[in-house]
């Protein structure tokens, strides 16, 4: 899924700029011109700074930037919410990749390419660890089904080599009953272990129009962790290396293996050296930062109004590279902080209260949505609704996330557009969607912030603040907060949410 226009303001006037209109009244909504690119790209540069190595939860980088961003819920005085001032404690699942990591084409006993971490391959981010040479070969899409007729480890030894599979799970079925197990390289990794491989190398589908290039991910998938097992993601060019001296390249095996829906499954001719220096904690601390705005209506600020992102990345491997995460998510912590700051420093008084939260370990699975759903620090029946901004930094327009589970929401926020931001599209989904979906799946209503064609540096070393498109990420932290004006102002009615 793929998520740029310039805009000028002006007081007196309303004006047309590559298309697009601003009303002149924009001046006169309370606190909306007070919202700053300054302010927003600063925390972004903050966040995505080398000091913070990619933040992930449970790290010293992730803790710091834990730290900075309740610090700046303390400044604009938001009152804590958490179990230790602004802190929500919880655990996750936390591996540390040291030095040394590599992969190497080994051919004849000797070395032939040294592939570069980052650029060539990365590992996942929960991979097991490991030092060894050992034969590849090559398993299709890594599955191990033949109660539906699919195997792509029968009549092939794997016992002590590293595997060679595809990344995804097919397209295509075996039949109309039949599903595939997990995708997740976890579960690939526990098929290959099951059968006797030692490593696990997974690679994109080359036959797709843009082939996902390698990135660094935590998400794995769910079962324990196998710390002797080496995982690693390779680049589509790596793999074909490994295949020279084979029949086929990556983009023939693909094809031949979708169009006759079976295994082809064999020896390669080369062998990998794999180095990986991995250090697993099954329940790191971790936190959510949580603040409170209290409301102003004597009844009405018993309801509230639940503003969020995720403020955890991917993190670093090996002290040689880190995924910044500028645009995901440093940009939507930025617009929760930049709101929260249009409300107090602005002098904005809404009747309903807002709870700003950043969540820990989005990139391992909603932990931090789904422990604040499930520890909610106040009664989740008085939470009227939920805002959740993700990768609002880099695109070419707004797109309102969940609006065919939260069309009231939804409708707010496209009201707003046409009367200020003009650049969301009609395009929306149900069933949450990132954070927000542990709340809808407790039947609040909720709506999700993102842009369009936002995507290119996707848990990649380029994900940079250079990267974002500045005017941009201003309107939709402008949008999401004309959004929370309208919500918390109290003529909105907590509606029910569509399944």
């Known amino acids: 899924m793929n998520h740029k226009i310039i805009a000028i303001y002006f007081l007196a006037l309303t004006v047309s700029v590559s298309g697009q209109t601003v009303d002149s009244d924009i001046h006169e909504v309370p606190g909306l011109s007070e919202i700053s690119i300054n302010n927003l790209m600063k925390t972004v540069e903050v966040l995505a700074s080398r000091e913070y190595a990619g933040r992930l939860s449970g790290s010293e ?10 610090s700046g819920f303390g400044k604009i005085g938001l009152k804590p919410l958490g179990d230790e001032s ?19 084409l080994i051919e004849d006993g000797r070395l032939k390419t040294e592939y570069k971490l980052g650029k060539d391959f990365v590992c996942r981010d929960l991979t097991g660890s490991g030092h060894f040479t050992a034969q590849v070969v090559f398993c299709g899409y890594g599955l ?14 794997v016992k002590g080599k590293i595997v060679l599979v595809f990344k995804p799970n097919p ?21 290959a272990a099951r059968h006797g491989a030692i490593g696990l190398l997974i690679v994109s589908l080359p036959n797709d129009p843009n082939p996902q290039k390698t990135i660094l991910s935590v998400l794995d998938g769910s079962g324990e962790q196998d710390a002797n097992f080496p995982q690693m993601h390779i680049d589509i060019p790596v793999a074909n290396d490994f295949l020279l001296g084979s029949e086929y390249s990556l983009k023939d095996l693909q094809t031949k293996i979708d169009s006759i829906k079976k295994p082809v499954s064999f020896k390669l001719n080369s062998n990998a050296e794999i180095a990986v220096n991995a250090h697993y904690t099954k329940q790191q601390p971790t936190m959510n930062i949580v603040g409170l705005l209290e409301g102003t209506d004597p009844v009405l600020k018993n309801e509230y109004l639940v503003v969020g992102a995720h403020l955890d990345h991917v993190g670093s491997q090996a002290g040689e590279i880190f995924a910044p995460g500028a645009n995901d998510n440093a940009s939507g912590s930025a617009a929760v902080l930049e709101i929260a700051n249009v409300f107090l420093e602005g002098k904005v008084k809404p009747k309903r209260s807002i709870i700003f939260v950043l969540f820990a370990s989005e990139e391992l699975g909603l932990i931090g949505a789904l422990h604040f759903v499930n520890h909610p620090p106040v009664a989740l029946e008085k939470i009227i609704g939920m ?3 993700d990768c609002v930094g880099s695109g070419d327009s707004i797109q309102v996330g969940n609006g065919k589970s939260s069309p009231k929401l939804w409708n707010i926020a496209r009201q707003k557009d046409s009367s200020y931001t003009k650049m969301m599209v009609e395009t929306t989904w149900n069933g949450g969607g990132a954070d927000a979906g542990p709340f809808h799946d407790k039947k609040i209503p909720a709506i999700y912030f993102v842009t369009t064609n936002g995507y290119a540096h996707l848990h990649d070393i380029t994900d940079t603040p250079e990267t974002l498109n ?16 309208e919500i918390t102002d109290g003529k909105y009615e907590r509606e029910q949410v569509v399944k």
Request: net charge positive.
């Open 171 to 191: 397209k295509w079925r075996m039949n109309d009953s039949s599903n595939w197990v997990s995708p997740y390289p976890r579960e690939k990794a526990r098929t």
């Open 470 to 485: 500045k005017p941009l990420f201003e309107k939709i932290t402008k949008l999401a907060y004309l959004t929370a004006l």
């Open 86 to 104: 602004y802190f929500q404690n919880l655990k996750v699942e936390y591996n540390e990749i040291f030095s040394p990591v590599k992969l190497n």
């Open 387 to 389: 805002i959740n901004l």
């Open 61 to 70: 980088g992730y803790n710091k930037a834990a730290k900075y961003m309740a």
């Open 144 to 157: 191990s089904q033949p109660e539906i007729g699919y195997d792509d480890y029968a009549g092939v030894d």
